[in-house]
């Protein structure tokens, strides 16, 4: 499936994932921006965690260590960021630096 | 609460409940695709609250909505376990606790203390409340990064092509204020620089513009 089309409404991604990145966080994820962003990829496509991986051509058990917060964002590959742009890859790497364990 | 925004598509209830029952099991990649599909009905609830709230001037303000729907879609994923499809669409079934999370966000109505009304003798200084730095850093933290990151090295350089200093000062600002989780960037970045909100919106309108077309 590849990228679904909403309502009219452009989610932030930014804020979406500071959001989400503070809440896991709080839940003891160590890398919680890579987390974030990788199930803001995944909910863009609406797909399960093996689907995706198979779309994005990335091992589902990477998938998942991602998204529990056990890879850091700069070790993310591309089929996770490439829906970025540079400007939104600025602030995440900020964004990480600030909330990741240190 | 008043609904003042009226979408003309109906809800599509299926894809409503797959993504509640995905939230429901604490699966937040369904928090992105229910934003995606439902914001503009979230959007229009915040606005009804915030009208009815006398916070006309909150709803008018579209980061500082975009940030208040974020906020009410995570009360709907925290509730989301009590949702029963069938019934009233989550934005109506959870309606106190929408109304209370944005009561809670905006807090009370608050004026900027005019330092200049009160005395004259002297120039105020604006302070970046925000940021806690006393003035601009967003020019600053943007060459620290492109130093240690080749993705931001690229996407300074080809700012720079593109932009004027002050609208690069401007720029990178405002993405180090959206990053501090600032609700309303355009507004903190105008009160550290002495623009209007309506200034920063359209000079990062200009070079995000720009920037993508350098691409």
């Known amino acids: 499936m590849g990228v679904v089309t909403g309502s009219g409404f452009e989610v932030d991604v930014v804020a979406f994932v500071e959001r989400l990145a503070e809440r896991l966080r709080e839940d003891g994820a160590p890398h919680p921006v890579a987390a974030a962003v990788a199930l803001a990829a995944r909910g863009r496509r609406r797909s399960t965690p093996e689907a995706f991986a198979g779309e994005s051509g990335i091992d589902p058990g990477f998938v998942r260590r991602v998204e529990a917060g056990e890879v850091p964002f700069a070790d993310l590959p591309d089929g996770l960021t490439d829906w970025l742009d540079p400007g939104q890859l600025l602030q995440l790497a900020e964004l990480a630096r600030r909330l990741d364990a240190a | ?215």
């Open chain 2, 1 to 215: 609460m008043t609904d003042h925004h009226h979408p003309r598509t109906p809800v599509d209830t299926d894809l409503l409940a797959t993504c509640m029952a995905g939230m429901a099991a604490g699966d937040a990649s369904l928090l992105w695709a229910f934003l995606d599909a439902f914001g503009d009905r979230l959007a229009g609830v915040v606005r009804g609250a915030l009208r009815d709230f006398h916070r006309e001037d909150v709803a008018r303000d579209a980061d500082a909505v975009h940030g208040l729907v974020l906020d009410v879609a995570f009360v709907l994923f925290d509730r989301a376990p009590g949702w029963r499809p069938g019934g009233a669409a989550p934005w109506h079934w959870a309606r106190a606790a929408v109304r209370a999370e944005v009561a809670a966000r905006i807090g009370h109505r608050t004026e900027v203390l005019d330092l200049d009304r009160l005395d004259r003798t002297a120039e105020a200084p604006r302070v970046a409340v925000a940021s806690g730095t006393g003035g601009p850093e967003g020019s600053a933290a943007l060459d620290r990064l492109a130093a240690r990151h080749p993705a931001v090295a690229a996407f300074a350089e080809r700012l720079d092509a593109v932009a004027s200093p002050r609208d690069r000062q401007v720029f990178a600002e405002y993405l180090l204020q959206q990053a501090q989780g600032d609700p309303s960037p355009s507004h903190t970045v105008a009160a550290i620089l002495g623009l209007t909100p309506a200034n920063v919106r359209q000079i990062v309108c200009r070079v995000r513009g720009r920037v993508r077309s350098a691409a």
